[in-house]
């Protein structure tokens, strides 16, 4: 019997082409999602974009790497992969996106006051979710 575990070494941890076929297609389409979240406020850009690098991490490690060398996009994952950390200046336009867009939802457009009370918990546990998390810059200056 033939020993083929040599050969699988650079190929993705899943089996099959459907399964490939189905993270690369669902890879794509995050990446397009995220594409959105650049220019419209309400889409989130980067959760699309490190479900579409894992979706890429576990299909095709061609479409992985393509992913992490776009310039616009790269070091944004390139981080999250490696240190699960994100930019200030990321966390404090994540933040104030949420302040903006969510704030004048709850304040315009929620009339109940249940509602409003609701979703300005759950804005607030973003909120404080995203300010928990490390900034890129201080594990940068803890290295040296």
Same mark, same amino acid.
């Given at each position: 019997?033939?020993n083929n575990s040599s050969? =699988?070494?650079?190929?993705?941890a899943? =089996?099959?082409?459907i399964? =490939?076929?189905v993270?690369?297609s669902?890879?794509?389409?995050?990446?397009?999602?995220?594409?959105l979240g650049?220019?419209l406020p309400?889409?989130?850009?980067?959760?699309?974009?490190?479900v579409?690098?894992?979706?890429?991490?576990n299909?095709?490690p061609?479409?992985?790497?393509w992913?992490?060398n776009?310039?616009?996009?790269?070091?944004?994952?390139? =981080?999250w992969q490696?240190?699960?950390?994100?930019?200030?200046?990321?966390?404090?336009?994540?933040?104030?996106t949420?302040?903006?867009v969510?704030?004048?939802?709850v304040i315009?457009f929620?009339?109940?006051?249940?509602?409003k009370l609701?979703?300005?918990?759950?804005?607030l546990?973003?909120?404080v979710?995203?300010a928990?998390?490390?900034?890129t810059?201080l594990?940068?200056?803890?290295k040296?």
């Amino acid at each position: 019997m033939e020993n083929n575990s040599s050969n =699988n070494q650079s190929k993705p941890a899943t =089996n099959g082409l459907i399964p =490939n076929f189905v993270l690369v297609s669902l890879g794509f389409t995050f990446v397009a999602l995220g594409a959105l979240g650049l220019v419209l406020p309400v889409m989130p850009t980067t959760p699309f974009l490190l479900v579409a690098a894992a979706c890429f991490a576990n299909s095709s490690p061609r479409f992985h790497n393509w992913l992490l060398n776009i310039r616009v996009f790269g070091p944004l994952i390139r =981080n999250w992969q490696e240190t699960r950390s994100i930019p200030k200046k990321a966390k404090l336009l994540a933040i104030i996106t949420i302040v903006l867009v969510g704030g004048s939802s709850v304040i315009f457009f929620v009339e109940a006051i249940f509602l409003k009370l609701l979703i300005a918990a759950i804005l607030l546990l973003h909120i404080v979710f995203i300010a928990n998390i490390k900034n890129t810059e201080l594990l940068a200056e803890e290295k040296r």
